[in-house]
């Protein structure tokens, strides 16, 4: 692909092309000896060529890229069960209680993430990624782009932090499974490597090549990051993760060992990544309302778990409708696991307080990061509040949230100012990142407002739940 979009072609100022170079040089049996080395390497070009351009006749209309191709066999990918799944979970899970367009699937992303990552493994090889890669390992990367979220749980991330197995561990699985290992080896790729690209915990053997996809999938400037905050902002409508996707892959050059270095010129475009990405977790992903919905499912969630009512991997394979419908089912045994009922249908708990969270206040509220303890801190709070308030408040009717902590990924090599990202000219340095961290994760407490009980009326909720910590 060439930096106005186009296909990618063979590179012809490489050399392969010419068979005498400096021609006062080199002599008639030195070009005859190099000849098969130099056509080898054309013939390898080229069937890397073939591996993203061949029989790409299969479209795709996305509302956000336009028309995305893909080949017969990678269509046959996105029509089986498992994939069929991603188009019954929402993207962004509760986010439409507060921005009603948000209803776009994680089907559709993981389609996103496949066209730019095709165009991106495009760039790479005009500037010299060919060295390195194969047309098997081209292929596998374009699956697993395809299949990075096969394995994603329902609505959004709500059971993220419970004692579950990763979602990519959960993809790696998907895509070495039947159906889908014979659909990905069709298409000429290998599932091992496909699957090994999305689970970094499989053994890579050291094989270079797939730890260069590895960094590829997952970095600063990945395909899945630029796809969901354009996604996400278009759908949402807010303006603030647009990203320009052309100029940013104009400034790309591959590094075997880093996946992707920048140039000066594309420093701004991190910056806006950044930037984006701290304002849609302010803005739409940590918005109080989605915080609300999102720890009621995880109370519920981890209430069941523990108590044996719901077992790990009932919560495998699910989609939004069928998380839904097991919490409705097992709530006859569990009256907590209610709250999946009350998200369904917009009936969310109120915020009643908010904290800025501190990770290093071991006196205050960071005793409430631990998940595994926070039960017993709505306990003591709700039992507080009912000698406050004269009315009898349940742990059950309480949510103490803290936001898990969130990655600002910072780690690229500045080419011409031969230096990290975070000691270039670049604004954005660690410290401003830390302060993105520390601005974002609010602690904040959530009340059953639906009770009718009088807890808005005590001023001194905060201090109250700085008495119960450890």
Not at 16 to 26: H, K, M, T
Request: hydrophobic share 40%; aromatic share 10%.
């Amino acid at each position: 692909m060439s930096e106005t979009g186009g296909p990618f072609y063979p590179r012809p100022d490489n050399g392969l092309c010419n068979s005498v170079q400096n021609s006062g040089e080199l002599t008639l049996h030195t070009t005859l000896q190099n000849l098969p080395i130099k056509c080898t390497l054309l013939n390898m070009q080229m069937s890397l060529y073939e591996a993203l351009n061949r029989a790409f006749t299969s479209p795709v209309r996305d509302s956000l890229w336009g028309h995305v191709y893909l080949t017969p066999e990678l269509e046959a990918i996105t029509k089986s069960a498992p994939f069929m799944r991603l188009y019954r979970i929402f993207q962004l899970g509760p986010v439409y209680c507060v921005y009603p367009g948000a209803t776009h699937t994680r089907a559709a992303h993981s389609i996103g993430v496949f066209h730019l990552a095709r165009r991106l493994i495009q760039a790479l090889i005009e500037r010299g990624a060919d060295e390195w890669l194969t047309p098997a390992g081209i292929r596998s990367f374009l699956a697993a782009s395809l299949l990075h979220d096969a394995g994603h749980f329902p609505y959004a991330h709500s059971l993220k932090e419970l004692p579950l197995d990763d979602h990519e561990k959960l993809t790696g699985g998907v895509i070495l499974s039947s159906p889908m290992k014979d659909l990905i080896a069709q298409t000429g790729a290998d599932p091992y490597f496909a699957a090994a690209i999305v689970d970094a915990l499989l053994p890579a053997d050291e094989n270079e090549e797939l730890i260069f996809y590895r960094k590829l999938l997952s970095g600063c400037l990945d395909p899945d990051k630029l796809d969901y905050l354009n996604r996400d902002a278009r759908y949402a409508g807010v303006p603030y993760g647009a990203q320009d996707v052309d100029f940013i892959f104009s400034r790309l050059y591959p590094s075997k060992e880093r996946g992707v270095d920048i140039d000066s010129k594309g420093i701004p475009s991190v910056e806006s990544v950044l930037f984006s990405k701290y304002l849609m977790y302010k803005a739409v992903y940590w918005h109080r309302s989605v915080r609300s919905a999102t720890s009621m499912i995880k109370k519920a969630l981890i209430a069941a778990l523990e108590k044996h009512v719901i077992v790990e991997e009932e919560l495998y394979g699910l989609d939004d409708q069928g998380l839904f419908a097991l919490m409705a089912e097992r709530s006859r045994l569990l009256p907590i696991l209610s709250l999946g009922e009350k998200v369904k249908n917009g009936c969310l708990y109120e915020t009643i307080a908010e904290i800025p969270f501190d990770e290093h206040d071991h006196q205050g509220c960071a005793d409430y990061a631990d998940i595994t303890k926070r039960a017993m801190y709505e306990e003591r709070l709700a039992e507080a509040l009912s000698k406050a308030t004269g009315d009898s408040i349940t742990a059950d009717e309480i949510i103490i949230d803290v936001p898990e902590p969130v990655s600002f990924e910072m780690g690229l090599h500045v080419t011409d100012e031969h230096r990290s990202f975070s000691q270039s000219s670049a604004l954005v340095n660690e410290e401003i990142i830390c302060s993105f961290k520390k601005n974002l994760r609010v602690q904040r407490i959530f009340f059953d407002q639906a009770s009718g009980k009088g807890i808005k009326r005590i001023e001194k909720i905060i201090d109250i739940l700085y008495t119960f910590t450890l």
